[in-house]
């Protein structure tokens, strides 16, 4: 069953957190997170223990994401690129030195972010690189994951604010400026399974008839 990001809130509420069998698995463009349990998810609802400034670490002050095309050259893009990777890598190394259960959420996702912006710089080395086209792919695949972060329970109203009105922003600025499609843009979602395990009853070996 899929269920779109926000809605799952909602569902939780009628699932029975203590009913086993539930599995949660969430789609965020290219990152895809499996085998997460009721108890995670509730964990991530009410994770008191989430970093508010990760959002505008990872987005907000990250130009790089939705500021217009101001490079003339290739090689200019590539620094912002550079650092935003070396945030998510110190970023991922600090959340995995903890065993809380949100963070196997939140690492995997933030490793989609230095993936995409290592697929870029590796792009825009290449000779006669297209920057446009280049920096278009990167915010399309970063896109999900951000849009994640941005409608994290968590977050600061300010800053929940601020991040939707420059994703607002950006997705205009990939349509006029880097060659985007509106359907390219995926929306991160929850696909929710279940699978009701066997009684014992059932997977005891039945008796031979004598």
Partial sequence: MKIALNEIWNFLKMVNSK????????????VKIDSITTETMLALKDD????????????????ILWQPDVF?????????????KAFCDEACTELEQNDRASNQIYIPLIKGIGACSAKAMKALEKEKADVKKILGDFRTCAFPVIKFFIYHPKNRQDYYQDALNRLNYAVKIMLTQFYGRYTELKDPYWKVSFSKSKTKKDTEPKEKEQ
């Avoid at 009913?19 to 290219?30: I, M, T």
């Avoid at 008191?48 to 130009?63: A, H, I, N, V």
């Avoid at 003339?72 to 935003?84: H, K």
Wanted: with cysteine; proline share 5%; aromatic share 12%.
């Fill in 19 to 30: 009913e086993e069998g539930w599995s949660y698995s969430l789609c965020a463009g290219k």
């Fill in 48 to 63: 008191d223990s989430y970093d508010t400034e990760l959002l505008p670490s990872l987005f907000t002050f990250r130009e």
């Fill in 72 to 84: 003339t050259e290739a090689s200019m893009s590539v620094p912002s690129l550079r650092i935003l």
